[in-house]
Nanobody
Framework: QLQLAESGGGLVQAGGSLRLSCTASGHTFSSRAMGWIRQAPGKERELVAGIKWDGDRVRYADSVEGRFTVSRDNDKSMIFLQMNDLKPEDTAVYYC?????????????????WGRGTQVTVSS
């Protein structure tokens, strides 16, 4: 299992930007797809973005397509989520999560290691 720690959340006005970071500790980071998953109060968890273990492919939820960008640095065992044009509906706790080694990353249930989350609040 990986240990994951998110940072970079905060309060921002609508239209603003934030960049989330996630640092992983463990030897299997570079073999795992990673994802950013969010959960708003009273709502189900949503897979916002996923990135393949080599960074070759990325996936986004329709709700963030064109506004969010996921990336990774395998040398530093980190992933990032650049969030632009933020909207109040983006308000949620954002979790960094890791899938099983060389496995799919299409659904929330594919992710087996989770960070504690970081709060993102977008005011209108």
């Amino acid at each position: 299992q990986l240990q994951l720690a998110e940072s970079g959340g905060g309060l921002v006005q609508a239209g603003g930007s934030l960049r989330l970071s996630c640092t992983a500790s463990g030897h299997t980071f570079s073999s795992r797809a990673m994802g950013w998953i969010r959960q708003a109060p009273g709502k189900e968890r949503e897979l916002v973005a996923g990135i393949k273990w080599d960074g070759d492919r990325v996936r986004y939820a329709d709700s963030v397509e064109g506004r969010f960008t996921v990336s990774r640095d395998n040398d530093k065992s980190m992933i990032f989520l650049q969030m632009n044009d933020l909207k109040p509906e983006d308000t949620a706790v954002y979790y960094c999560a890791a899938a099983r080694p060389h496995n799919r990353y299409h659904f929330v249930s594919d992710f087996v290691s989770w960070g504690r989350g970081t709060q993102v609040t977008v005011s209108s």
